[in-house]
């Protein structure tokens, strides 16, 4: 039975894919995780569902990529869209976190994570899981260590 079009019919192929959603699910979650703890607008789901759509969308286009020659499609893919199109969805989402009351502005932070949250399941959806553990690493010093510094400084007045 074929689970899978194009060249993604082997079990090999359906474990690799399984991986690439799992490990970006993972990841994101652990960004959720911190937003979490720390009762942001949005938190561990929400973090996780954006870096599985991401990874997703992603892995639907590698494989169409992959699986139809120019002949067969009658179209010619540019993988690159899908990154644009992720930036787009989550752009939109994130923006959605972001409250302006007079003049203070919130809801930045998590606006920006959520927009990594889509980076990051992009580069798992196209099998870069060292690239997207680096920028896990990186997100979670920026809003763990970076946050220590930041209380230190002089309030703004």
Known sequence: MD???????????LLE??????????LCGILGLERERKERP???????????AAAL?????????????????????????????????????AAGTIIIRRGDVSGL???AGMWMSGAIGVACGAGYYAVASVA??????IFVIVRLFENRLPKKE
């Open 3 to 13: 689970w899978l079009p194009g060249n993604a019919e082997t079990a090999e192929t």
């Open 17 to 26: 894919i399984s991986m690439r959603l799992g490990i970006a699910v993972l």
């Open 42 to 52: 949005a938190g561990l789901r929400t973090y996780m569902m954006v870096g599985l």
């Open 57 to 93: 969308f992603t892995v639907i286009t590698v494989e169409m990529s992959l699986g139809l020659s120019d002949e067969q499609s009658g179209i010619r893919s540019d993988p690159i869209r899908i990154i644009e199109a992720v930036t787009a969805g989550v752009a939109f989402l």
């Open 109 to 111: 932070t998590t606006g």
């Open 136 to 141: 896990t690493v990186l997100a979670l010093v």
